[in-house]
């Protein structure tokens, strides 16, 4: 089987959350199969501006050949060139002002093109951040932010996503990989839709895709490629329901250890 691309996820699938590095067997056989010719590419609900430096040694000084960010709404090359961007209707980001002032009140973020910026912080948005070693957001009054939003985190259990989902973002969908924290996204962007433009800009068909996942956000990505594989330390069933191959955990080099026999021997 011929593949022309293959598609990583970060959280948990390329950056081990114990280390908060790529595993240097990853890194090694991520640059094999780019010596083969094969195009390999971020896809993650990380906002650009914690992934946007691709040569970080947080991912193994490698160098990848495109982003998708913000499960989908942000897409670009290697070299920087945009080719694709969502935002979040502005009148849902009103209805959200609106709903935090008359109920009470939980952390919520909003990530723009280059910023995120959040209502403010408490011990799950600390612990979140250590999780994934980043940064904390600018704390600011969200009724501030002038400039576009790509994507909001809900931060809260499965009940009060539903109940924001269903009185706020009306034009939005969600999704969640994490069980204190999820996604927003506008209507119609996925990990899935920015796998789709990417595909387009370079010519390329599904047919001879990859993808590697580990969460819920990544189930539509993993369902898309013609190979998707999950990770052995995803813990959502429906990931790995959603999947052809599985691969060992990330941190025992899940994902040399699949290139390798997927490949005979990279």
Not at 15 to 41: D, L, M, N, W, Y
Not at 88 to 114: C, G, K
Request: with cysteine; hydrophobic share 40%; aromatic share 10%.
């Amino acid at each position: 089987m011929m593949i022309h691309s293959i598609f990583f996820d970060i959280d948990g699938t390329l950056v081990s959350f114990r280390t908060h590095a790529v595993p240097p067997s990853a890194a090694h056989s991520i640059k094999e199969c780019q010596a083969r010719g094969i195009r390999v590419f971020l896809c993650t609900g990380r906002p650009k501006i914690l992934v946007q430096d691709f040569s970080l040694p947080q991912f193994g000084n490698l160098h990848f050949d495109g982003l998708i960010a913000q499960n989908g709404c942000y897409c670009a090359t290697g070299d920087g060139q945009v080719i694709y961007q969502s935002i979040i209707d502005p009148r849902d980001i009103r209805a959200l002002v609106r709903y935090l002032n008359d109920h009470e009140p939980f952390p919520v973020s909003l990530m723009t093109s280059d910023k995120v910026y959040i209502n403010y912080i408490d011990q799950r948005v600390e612990n979140l951040a250590a999780f994934l070693g980043v940064g904390l957001p600018e704390v600011r009054p969200l009724e501030t932010v002038r400039e576009d939003v790509m994507q909001v985190n809900i931060y809260g259990d499965n009940y009060l996503e539903s109940k924001v989902m269903r009185e706020v973002f009306t034009r939005c969908e969600s999704s969640r990989w994490h069980p204190d924290f999820a996604d927003v996204t506008p209507q119609g962007n996925s990990k899935k839709t920015g796998i789709e433009k990417i595909l387009q800009h370079y010519g390329l068909e599904r047919k001879g895709t990859m993808a590697f996942g580990d969460g819920g956000n990544d189930i539509s990505m993993l369902e898309y490629v013609e190979i998707g594989v999950a990770m052995g330390n995803a813990d959502d069933p429906h990931v790995l329901e959603a999947v052809s191959h599985i691969a060992p955990p990330l941190d025992e080099d899940g994902i040399a250890r699949f290139l390798n026999s997927f490949f005979l021997h990279l």
